[in-house]
């Protein structure tokens, strides 16, 4: 049975703990939070007892915990992983890895030093609707893949609270949103290495406060100080070594009909959109085709974590490859970097 702490107790960790709770495996044993009315609220709600507002406290007062969940603000990410590594603990960090990727070397490091798992919450890619479409990849059904287009827009989605406050999140829907998208798209293609990256970020519609909404996205988050000095809305081409090129553009506020979230991408042999549903474009016998699937293929929310902590739970206890290691979690901080760097400069950035 393994022993599992939570460092970061709030909106994310609830999907993490509702997962290990339902893993035959897994013991709930310790939270950590720097929020002490919410770590009371937490312990209360999960019968946990062990409950610290210093993951050092905790790590000293329970040697015996196998494995944390870190679901902390970004600006954590790496200060509690590689604390937690450095204490002999097995480690899923929430996406995006560290604020950048200076950080995100420093916790894959500190995983290899003490020879433990450190996997990344891409937990896009532990969808139905990516294991479909990797299948069809992996077969050849595509041919040679060049392009991807990936949009994460939202017309009046600010999540509120830290994630607007760049000190806290590192960035605004890029490095929230986007990094799912790049990432899936990513992962889809077979993994290639960034080679280049020309972005634009834009301040322009601040978080909307001001919006009367009836519907459509509601802000969960709000810890932390209530700045928001981070992009509203950001896009970016991205080149791999494979001669795949990939856009993205992802916000939190935008002028746009309604929120959409696509990941489309095109090969020599067919095309691919993955939501709602998968559907393939290709041709045959000299006509345009159309596949549609005859099982459901849609993203369901809570089956991505089960799917993504079960992973993990395995990985700790077999030692087996992880579906989403620390070096990809690295691979798309320096994405992100280049983009926010290229946004900066005006120019083209090289990784
Ligand atoms: N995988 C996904 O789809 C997904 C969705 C939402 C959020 N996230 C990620 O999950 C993380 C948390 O997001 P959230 O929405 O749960 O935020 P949240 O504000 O609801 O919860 C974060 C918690 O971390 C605590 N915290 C902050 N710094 C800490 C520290 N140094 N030590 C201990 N506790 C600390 C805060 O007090 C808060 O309770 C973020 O990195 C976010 O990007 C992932």
Known sequence: MLKIGIIGVGNIAQHHLASYKKNPNCEIYAFCDINE???????????????????????????????????????????????????????????????NAKQAIEMQKAAEKNNKLLMIGFVRRFGKDCTVLKDFVDAGDFGDIYYAKTTYLRRAGSPGGWFGNKSLSGGGPLIDLGVHVIDLARYIAGRPMPVSAFGATFKKLGDRKDIKKEK??????????????????????????????LSVEASFSLNIKKDVGTIEIFGTKAGANLSPELEIFNDRNGYLTN???????????????????????????????????????VILMKILDAIYESAETGHEVII
């Open 216 to 245: 459509g996205y509601v802000a969960s988050s709000t810890g932390g100080a209530e700045i928001f000095d981070v992009e509203d809305m950001a896009t970016a081409l991205v080149r791999f070594d494979n001669g795949i090129v």
């Open 37 to 99: 009315q919410r770590l009371r609220e937490m312990g209360e709600k999960y019968g946990v007892t062990r409950l610290y507002t210093s993951k050092e406290e905790m790590f000293a007062e329970c040697p015996e915990l196998d494995a944390v969940s870190v679901c902390t603000w970004n600006c954590a990410h790496a200060e509690c992983s590689i604390a937690a590594l450095n204490a002999g603990k097995h480690v899923i960090c929430e996406k995006p890895m560290a604020m």
């Open 291 to 329: 596949v549609s699937f005859n099982q459901s293929t849609a993203l369901s929310f809570d089956g991505l974590f089960e799917s993504e902590i079960n992973h993990f739970v395995d990985c700790v206890i077999s030692g087996g490859e992880c579906k989403a290691p620390a070096e990809d979690g």
